[in-house]
């Protein structure tokens, strides 16, 4: 059973769009949501990450929206740009437990 | 600051040997994940590693195994190698201390059994 759910599967957006991934979690023991971002060939490289005590955080370009009532969190990227094209992960884990539960991945494409 | 260290990057085995992967953390980091990627399963978590202790363990055969050294680095072992197991194989290193502390990917080591 697939514990975080992610979506869409892909994405292709136009250069400075604003491409929105989301991800929903049933485990209300969750506590740690972090998004990763991955490149052909590369390891996932940590992008952001929230708690369940804020609605939103920002760094950069990039967005969290958290909504603890409907167990769910998405992803923003304002701005985006052809360098943005990559996987995008979502994951949530759990105090105490440190692995991660990873969603399927969003292929993101930043059209120039 | 050096990143998370996986060696080799790539290997190439043939269906019933054994194979070692090594991960060396960031320098400072006691905590050491490994997760198995693959297109049809995604990420998947197998075990975590801190002060030499195995905390957590995933869902995999007793096939994968794996240890963790006094310096930190960690090795994980397949023994008796399928096809199924051709994967991105990625070690993630923490602070480990408590939960939700940044966790820190590797390049990974592409397994490919034939």
Redesign the interface.
Known sequence: QQQVKQSPQSLIVQKGGIPIINCAYENTAFDYFPWYQQFPGKGPALLIAIRPDVSEKKEGRFTISFNKSAKQFSLHIMDSQPGDSATYFCAASSTGANNLFFGTGTRLTVIP | KAG?T?TPRYLIKTRGQQVTLSCSPISGHR?V?W?QQTPGQ????LF?Y?SETQ??K?NFPGRFSGRQFSNSRSEMNVSTLELGDSALY?C?S?L?Q???T???????TRLTVV
């Open positions: 998370v996986q905590s994940s997760y995604g990420l998947q978590f975590e801190f905390r957590n995933g990625l993630a923490s480990g408590t939960l939700g940044e966790a820190f990917f590797g390049q990974g």
